[in-house]
Structures are given as C-alpha cells and as structure tokens.
C-alpha cells in the first residue's frame, strides 16, 4: 500500500502570507495527486488534481507541484477562508483500487 | 448542479447491520465510477469502497473486505454501503463520492454511523 505523510501536521500563518504545505508518498504515483480542503463540519472539497491542476471555481492563489514521491500545495495570500485543513491523496494504482490520503495538515491563523 | 445525500446512518450495536444510502442529482449518474470515504470522529479520511459505473466490478479496502457491500442502482440515481458485523472502529462520518478520473471532485454531506453498545 502506498502511505502517504504530510508535514507539518499544522502551520501556523498570518493573513497575507504564503503556506506551504508538503505531501510525500512512499513509492511514485506520477502525477496522480489530488489535494482537498476541508474547513470544520463541512465536507472536503477538491482543490487541486493531476497533481497541478485547479478544479473548477477554485482561486488562482492555490497551486500545487510535484512529481513522482513529492508534491506541494502553496497558497501564495492567505485570506481567512484559506484556514482549514488540507489533505492530499494519491490515486496511482490501478488494480487493485489505492486511494489512500495523507493524515491532514492544519492550516491555523497566527 | 451535483448534489449527493447521504441517509442511513444510525447507533448501531457491535456485530451489526445497516444500509446507508446516497441519493444523486445534478449529473448521469450512471456515468460515473462511486464510492464510500469515511472519516472517524477527530480524524482523517479513509477510502472504504468502489463501485463502477455499471455495477460490474466493486472495490474495497481491506479494513471493510468481507464484511461490507457497495452497490447502485441507476435507475433511482442511488448508492448504497451495506454494513455487516460492524465494529466500534467502524464509526465515522460516511461520505458519498463522484469520481472522476480517479480523484473524488464532488462529496455528499455524510451521514454519520456510532457503533456502540
């Protein structure tokens, strides 16, 4: 099974600032990397997939990088909807089915 | 617009059995690949289950394999997750799921199952 680990665990960041958020898999999944957002009593939602690509409706101040074992999710201006936590998850094995997420990085307010 | 409605989820004792449902609106719904994530109380998420498009093949984590059934039926736009011989550590907030190519891009509101005695 791929494992996949995000650091930090939280990031503390003022408003207007840049976050960088980092998510490392055990083995490669290409470019097969999806980050999602979810704020407290709500459901995720997808950001990013294809490791770099914005889904539909989402800010042009998140952007995610990465290849292969490491990948990046920045969000160039903190705004205060920005804080909550991020998850990534890889979708690179087919079969069997692997979906497996990251533990979750909490972007609090400094 | 997608929409995903979660229903079903209810206390439930150890060794028990129940069936969460997702009604789906807002896409063709037989056009897609499904699934069940779930998220235990404080913690991450958890892939639990797959369904394609036409039912024919199903997918489940190994936490689950044996003991839960994903299944659709397209004619009523519907999922479901049976849940056989449940375990305390089955409790979570059950999400309904759309995927495409392979990341989930729409999510249900999740309903939530407590096994307890």
């Known amino acids: 099974e791929i494992v996949m680990t995000q650091s930090p665990a939280t990031l503390s960041v003022s408003p207007g600032e840049r976050a960088t958020l980092s998510c490392r898999a055990s083995?490669?999944?290409?470019?097969?990397l999806a980050w999602y957002q979810q704020k407290p009593g709500q459901a995720p939602r997808l950001l990013i997939y294809?490791?770099?690509t914005r889904a539909t409706g989402i800010p042009a101040r998140f952007s995610g990088s990465g290849s292969g074992t490491e990948f990046t999710l920045t969000i160039s201006s903190l705004q205060s909807e920005d804080f909550a936590v991020y998850y990534c998850?890889?979708?690179?094995?087919?079969?069997?089915?692997?979906?497996?997420f990251g533990q979750g990085t909490k972007l609090e307010i400094k | 617009e997608v929409h995903l409605v979660e229903s079903g989820g209810v206390v439930v004792q150890p060794g028990g059995s129940l069936r969460l449902s997702c009604a789906a609106s807002?896409?063709?719904?037989?056009?897609?690949?499904m699934h069940w994530v779930r998220q235990a109380p404080g913690k991450g998420l958890e892939w639990v289950s797959l369904?394609?498009?036409?039912?024919?093949?199903?997918f489940y984590a190994d936490s689950v394999k044996g003991r839960f059934t994903i299944s659709r039926d397209n004619s009523r736009n519907s999922l479901y997750l049976r849940m056989n011989s449940v375990r305390t550590d089955d409790s979570a907030l059950y999400y309904c799921?759309?995927?495409?190519?392979?990341?989930?891009?729409?999510w249900g509101q999740g309903t939530r199952v407590t096994v307890s005695s």
């Open positions: 799921t759309k995927e495409r190519l392979r990341y989930f891009d729409s």
């Open positions: 807002g896409f063709t719904f037989d056009d897609y690949t």
């Open positions: 369904i394609t498009w036409d039912g024919g093949s199903t």
């Open positions: 083995q490669s999944v290409s470019s097969n």
């Open positions: 294809g490791a770099s």
């Open positions: 998850q890889q979708y690179n094995n087919w079969p069997p089915a692997s979906y497996t």
